[in-house]
C-alpha cells in the first residue's frame, strides 16, 4: 500500500517547517521506502506499519501543538511492490513517447 499524507500543526501561524519536519523525522527513521514533496509525504508498506508510522507522525507533531490536522489518501493494491517508484517511472515513460 502506499500512502500519501499531510500532517499540519494548527494555530501555529505560518511557518510550519519545523513541525514539518518533525513528522518527515520519523517517516525517514521507519525505514519504509518514502519521498516529500511540498505538499505530501508517501510511504509504502504494509497496512499496519504505514498507519503505525503516519501515528507517530501525527504524535511528533502533536507534542508540539497542541491541534493537528492529517490529510491522507491510500493507494490499496494487493501484491505490488515498489509502486512508490514504478507509478512515476510508467508516467515518465509515456512522457518520453
Known amino acids: 500500500m502506499i500512502v500519501a499524507f499531510s500532517v499540519t500543526p494548527s494555530g501555529a501561524g505560518e511557518d510550519v517547517g519545523a513541525y514539518v519536519a518533525e513528522a518527515v523525522r520519523v ?40 491541534r493537528v490536522s492529517l490529510v491522507l489518501k491510500a493507494d490499496i493494491r494487493q501484491g505490488v511492490t515498489d509502486g512508490l517508484t514504478s507509478k512515476v517511472e510508467t508516467v515518465e515513460r509515456h512522457l518520453a513517447s
Not at 37 to 59: C, I, N, P, Y
Request: aromatic share 4%.
Open 27 to 66: 517517516v525517514r527513521s521507519s525505514g519504509l521506502p518514502n519521498r516529500t514533496d511540498a505538499m505530501f509525504t508517501s510511504l509504502e508498506g504494509e497496512w499496519d506499519e504505514v498507519m503505525d508510522v503516519v501515528k507517530r507522525a501525527v504524535q511528533a507533531v502533536e507534542a508540539r501543538c497542541g
